[in-house]
């Protein structure tokens, strides 16, 4: 079992940066890649970033490629998205989310473990 809590999350002026924390708990965190998601208002939970067990590879949708960078630090069991030149677009609840498979993907329905998320507000 992990629990994941994600803070870090705020009202922002476009353009602006935040960075999301999202800390795990249990002594197996470096087993799971860990990927990061949004949801905003009536639309589907949507991918944006993923980490592997490592931290040596990491993978972006597009949308944020290049502003967003994912990181982790597994002697603290946590996991990180700096957001930088936030666009009111970026508006959603983010999720953290670990996977235990091997291999690569995007789709929420095969992580295992969420966290309850944190709101980022990107104002225009």
């Known amino acids: 079992q992990v629990q994941l809590v994600e803070s870090g999350g705020g009202l922002v002026q476009a353009g602006g940066s935040l960075r999301l924390s999202c800390a795990a708990s249990g002594r197996t965190f470096s087993s799971y890649a860990m990927g990061w998601f949004r949801q905003a208002p009536g639309k589907e939970r949507e991918f944006v970033a993923r980490?592997?067990?490592?931290?040596?590879?990491?993978y972006y949708v597009d949308s944020v490629n290049g502003r967003f960078t994912i990181s982790r630090d597994n002697t603290k069991n946590t996991v990180y998205l700096q957001m930088n030149s936030l666009k009111p677009e970026d508006t959603a609840l983010y999720y953290c989310a670990a996977d235990s498979g091997a291999v690569r993907t995007t789709i929420p329905s095969q992580y295992d473990y969420w966290g309850q998320g944190t709101q980022v507000t990107v104002s225009s």
């Open positions: 980490i592997s067990r490592s931290g040596s590879s990491t």
